[in-house]
């Protein structure tokens, strides 16, 4: 069974850094997109960011650009979200997702497997 799992959330101050993994089990995802979303309560759950599965090239959502770095680490099969300069928009919780597929995707039904995401929250 396959299976991702995340951590790193918890409270921080605004303009404050926190670092958020994600370890597939199960299967590999090296040559796979992979990607993180966010939900806000009262929100749908947006589209953060994505890393290709063979190029390594990434794409962010705007508000988060310059701010949040998405990288992976293939030998150790760990999906890393970096987020600087955090505000309280900021706040959600947060899912590491993964595809079968090396392509970019930035909407929820292109991936196929979903973490249970971390609470991050950012107080003024």
């Known amino acids: 069974q396959v299976q991702l799992v995340e951590s790193g959330g918890g409270l921080v101050q605004a303009g404050g850094s926190l670092r958020l993994s994600c370890a597939p089990s199960g299967r590999t995802f090296s040559s796979d997109a992979m990607g993180w979303f966010r939900q806000a309560p009262g929100k749908e759950r947006e589209f953060v960011a994505a890393?290709?599965?063979?190029?390594?090239?990434?794409h962010y959502a705007d508000p988060v650009k310059g701010r949040f770095t998405i990288s992976r680490d293939n030998a150790k099969s760990t999906l890393y979200l970096q987020m600087n300069s955090l505000k309280p928009g900021d706040t959600a919780v947060y899912y590491c997702?993964?595809?079968?597929?090396?392509?970019?995707?930035?909407?929820?039904?292109?991936?196929?497997?979903w973490g249970q995401g971390t609470q991050v929250t950012v107080s003024s």
């Open positions: 890393i290709a599965g063979r190029s390594g090239s990434t």
């Open positions: 997702a993964a595809r079968s597929g090396p392509g970019i995707v930035t909407t929820t039904r292109g991936y196929d497997y």
